[in-house]
């Protein structure tokens, strides 16, 4: 198995009273892809800039394969940063852009010319390197920043939002870019970013943070599909919250009053208790959308329809007010398949398919503190 | 320590900035006959100020030239910045770069071909050669201020305004003209004082028909100590504050 | 109905600016540049025949000790300004922002005021019965007064007084638009406090530094009247030759030359700037 490289423990900072982190713990292991997800202000730059050594931490410690980091300066730490906005010294060349972090190791000049030509090879721009960044396009700087922070062979690589300036399609190629660079070069890449789905596509792992604590620490299947409370579940895709009652507990299984309905599904590793209340999560796509005569299933009436092109995509309101977001995959056999706007449906979903969490004490957390999912 | 150093820095050379300036104003109001003895407390260098006549006279001369200055400079050099900032036309940039070019010349440079055009033409020194000079010095730095002032505005609000069927004048007048009156109002203050100070320029393009008060000031402090200049001094900074102030005032205001 | 409209405004301004500007710049300055090349005459200030007599006796050992008295006075000027300036524009840039305003404020009332009084004000501080040797006296550092009016350190002091905001102001805005995450990248590159002033900081400020040196530089070699207040006759500037030339010694064609030193010294720090602005990327360019 992997092993970690670097750990956090206890990390505590305040920035003028406020607290940003509050006693994180973190393992990151070696050569995985970590991304660090959540919404502005949830302490996941912080800690970035904690790692990298341009902030030091209240209390707690950083430590790196054994060697303890915590007080070390940043440019004593054996870990790269890609800033935000590339942060591409402006009166160097690309080359000297690259090569900047290998003099100030004092390398032999001719290593340097083969490390620098090297790497901007593998970011394809062995051709600009007498460029001044700023004949650059955004997704060339975007390359140097990356290419500048490899050279030196760090044991890890801080990349701070460094898609945030992209555009939507440059993004995609970029994603894919450092996918690969990551797997050629075997570093670990801590990544930060606030776009969900950015983080499940790129990520082995998931940490979602929010007030500076780790809400979930998984694989992107993990936290999209068994999300550890409600925060996660809203924040990583979209959900549907269903309000049940536990009817009766047995062995494996519960029944829970969902609507009115009975259902029996697995039993959550949460204790339950016969009367509690709790959230049967379901994503849109484990909807399943049925004839309004069918005798499984809660009424309710189609209010608007989004044609995705591979998908249909519903917005349903239930009889007690319930807005239910539903994703079908269209039909081979039935392409003509849509809905009219008012049409009388009935709501269901799969069993197995939905997630079931406690009720929180206070699970109302307002949808304007994050921002809109790509 | 890091964080006091640069506080301690700071505090010191703002000390020794304000020293000569503090010295100044005490001394103005020093009775001694003598220049640095202190002889306690009086206005007597205030009266003696004011009973000169031909000082009086440069001084009414000296606000009449930089008034007259700063209002010809701000009108053309408005102009001259709308035009560069709203047309296209040739030789734009060797405008801007002569501008930038008479900004940066040393004033000496400036005053002696201006001296040597006077004679040229024969236009008798005084007034109005002193009036065409100022002009031409100030001229940049009304144009900059308002270029800088113009170059942070929304391009899409003069289009608005003609989109909502006014005409181009109208605009000007509706728009353009609210937007940079705070420039217009910063160049003019800058014209005025650069005027007010000016002593190398107006040395050469002077005549004896037309003192003004920096030449006769300077007449004054090139040999020994003249008390009277303390009161003068203190009287042009407080002027220059209310000035200062005052700007700074309808700035705030208009931010509004 | 719109250019129609336009079109004689446009012309007008146009006509009125360069008109100021070629009759008001370009032809005195070429009057200057004519003048240079002709001959001295006491009656009509010029006269035929053309010749480098002017440029000759700018090399002259009397005139070339002046000029490089002069220089030497208007650098070091320029240097102590830059010593005091960069440090002082780096700190003001660290500052809280609404503190920020508050000090640029009080750093250019003094700007405002009339730099005949404040170079007088100088005078009774550093005069030989002035405050500083007062002080000195009586704190009994010193038995007999120090000269210190009437020397170059005092023409100097004089000129750094008078031109310290135009060194600071241009560093400031550089040191403003200096972004943080660029000493950070440098840091994190392995960079030391000290490579990264090297490598970054200064490179970064240069423009700052030139920007500041021309507007320094120039001035400290024209403002003839500092030199009159605080330096004697043994400490003059091209400005003050300059204006002797032309006001009280008739010799035109060697004032002129004189004042052409200037301009080509101007010239060249422009370029200067220029160049280094270019190195950034911040103008021209493709």
């Known amino acids: ?374 | 320590m890091s964080r006091w150093l640069p506080r301690i820095y700071l505090t010191l050379v703002y000390i020794l900035i304000y020293v000569p300036i503090v010295v100044l104003v005490v001394f103005s109001f020093n009775e001694s006959r003598t220049g640095y003895s202190w002889g306690g407390l009086g206005l007597r260098w205030y009266e003696s100020l004011f009973d000169n006549r031909a000082m009086v006279g440069a001084m009414w001369n000296s606000l009449w030239l930089a008034l007259s200055a700063a209002t010809v400079s701000t009108v053309i050099g408005a102009l001259t910045a709308l035009a560069l900032h709203r047309y296209r036309f040739r030789g734009k940039k060797l405008l801007n770069g002569m501008l930038f070019v008479v900004m940066m010349s040393p004033e000496i440079v400036l005053a002696i071909s201006l001296l040597a055009l006077f004679l040229l033409v024969g236009l008798q020194l005084g007034y109005v050669s002193l009036l065409l000079a100022h002009v031409t010095f100030c001229l940049p730095f009304v144009v900059i201020t308002v270029m800088a002032r113009l170059s942070g505005f929304d391009e899409s609000l003069p289009e608005a305004a003609r989109d909502l069927g006014a005409s181009d004048f109208t605009m000007t007048r509706t728009v353009l003209i609210p937007v940079i009156m705070p420039a217009l109002l910063a160049g003019w203050l800058l014209g005025f004082t650069l005027s007010l100070d000016d002593v190398v320029v107006s040395t050469f393009v002077s005549g004896p028909g037309y003192e003004i008060l920096p030449l006769r000031i300077y007449s004054m402090v090139r040999v020994g100590l003249k008390p009277e200049v303390n009161a003068l001094g203190t009287l042009l900074l407080v002027f220059s504050l209310v000035m200062l102030m005052l700007s700074q005032w309808i700035l705030i205001r208009s931010k509004r | 109905m719109h250019s129609v409209m336009q079109q004689p405004f446009k012309t007008a301004v146009l006509i009125l600016v360069w008109g100021w500007l070629l009759f008001l710049v370009f032809v005195p300055n070429l009057l200057v540049v004519g003048a240079s090349v002709m001959t001295r005459d006491p009656a009509t200030f010029l006269s035929l025949p053309l010749n480098l007599d002017a440029y000759r006796q700018l090399f002259d050992p009397l005139y070339l000790e002046v000029f490089l008295h002069s220089l030497y006075m208007a650098a070091m000027t320029t240097l102590v300004c830059l010593l005091i300036g960069y440090p002082f524009a780096w700190a003001l840039s660290k500052v809280g922002k609404q503190r920020q305003l508050v000090l640029i404020f009080l750093l250019i009332v003094p700007f405002w005021t009339n730099s005949l009084v404040r170079t007088y004000a100088l005078k009774l501080i550093l005069a030989t019965n002035g405050l500083l040797n007062s002080a000195l006296m009586s704190i009994g550092l010193i038995d007999e007064p120090l000269q210190l009016l009437y020397t170059e350190g005092a023409v100097i002091i004089g000129l750094v007084y008078l031109l310290l905001p135009f060194m600071i102001l241009p560093l400031y805005s550089v040191f403003e638009d200096l972004r943080q995450e660029l000493l950070l990248a440098s840091h994190d590159l392995g960079a030391g406090r000290l490579s990264t002033f090297i490598h970054v900081i200064v490179p970064l400020t240069l423009p700052g530094v030139l920007a500041g040196v021309m507007l320094v530089l120039l001035p400290a070699m024209g403002l003839f009247f500092v030199p009159d207040i605080l330096g004697g006759s043994r400490n003059l500037l091209v400005g003050n030759v300059i204006k002797n030339q032309f006001l009280d010694a008739r010799n035109w064609p060697f004032g002129a030359a004189a004042s052409i030193v200037l301009t080509v010294t101007m010239a060249f720090l422009m370029f200067a700037h220029r160049l280094s602005k270019r190195r950034l990327g911040e103008e021209g360019g493709s």
């Not at chain 1, 009115?260 to 016969?274: A, I, N, Q, S």
């Not at chain 1, 069918?294 to 009436?301: I, L, R, S, T």
């Open chain 1, 1 to 374: 198995m992997k092993q970690t490289l670097l750990s956090l423990s206890n990390l505590s900072k305040q920035f003028s009273g406020k607290t940003v982190l509050d006693g994180l713990d973190l393992e990151i292991l070696d050569g995985e892809f970590i991304t660090l997800l959540g919404p502005s202000g949830c302490g996941k730059t912080t800690l970035l800039r904690l790692m990298a050594g341009f902030e030091h931490p209240d209390k707690g410690s950083i430590t790196l394969a054994g060697q303890d980091l915590t007080h070390t300066t940043p440019e004593n730490r054996p870990l790269n940063t890609v800033f935000q906005h590339y942060a591409l010294f402006p009166h160097m060349s690309v080359f000297d852009n690259v090569a900047y972090g290998l003099k100030m190791e004092k390398r032999p000049k001719g290593e340097i010319r083969q490390r620098v030509e090297d790497v901007l090879a593998m970011v394809q721009l062995q051709d600009f390197a007498q460029r001044k960044p700023h004949q650059l396009s955004g997704g060339q700087q975007q390359r140097v920043a990356i290419a500048r922070a490899v050279v030196k062979r760090p044991r890890l690589l801080l990349l701070d939002e460094p898609l945030s300036a992209l555009d939507f399609k440059l993004r995609r190629t970029m994603q894919v870019e450092l996918k690969r660079l990551q797997r050629e070069l075997g570093i670990t890449f801590v990544f930060v970013t606030h776009d969900q789905e950015e983080a499940l596509s790129m990520s082995d792992r998931v940490v979602v943070l929010k007030d500076g604590l780790v809400q979930q620490l998984g694989t992107p299947r993990e936290v999209y599909e068994r999300p550890a409370n409600l925060f996660t579940a809203r924040f990583v895709g979209e959900t549907n919250f269903f309000p049940g009652t536990v009817d009766s507990v047995h062995d494996g299984s519960i029944t829970v009053d969902v609507f009115g309905l009975k259902r029996t599904l697995r039993r959550p590793d949460f204790p339950v208790r016969e009367g509690q209340k709790l959230h049967v999560l379901l994503r849109p796509e484990d909807i399943r959308v049925l004839d309004p005569a069918d005798e499984h299933g809660v009424a309710g009436k189609i209010v608007e329809r989004n044609y995705k092109g591979s998908t249909l995509d519903s917005v349903i309101h239930l009889t007690d007010g319930t807005e239910v977001l539903a994703s079908e995959f269209f039909d081979e056999d039935d392409p003509a398949f849509d809905y009219r706007l008012g049409e009388p449906v009935k709501v269901s979903w799969v069993d197995g398919w939905e997630w079931l969490l406690p009720e929180e004490v206070a699970p109302e957390q307002s949808e304007e503190e994050f921002p809109a999912d790509a």
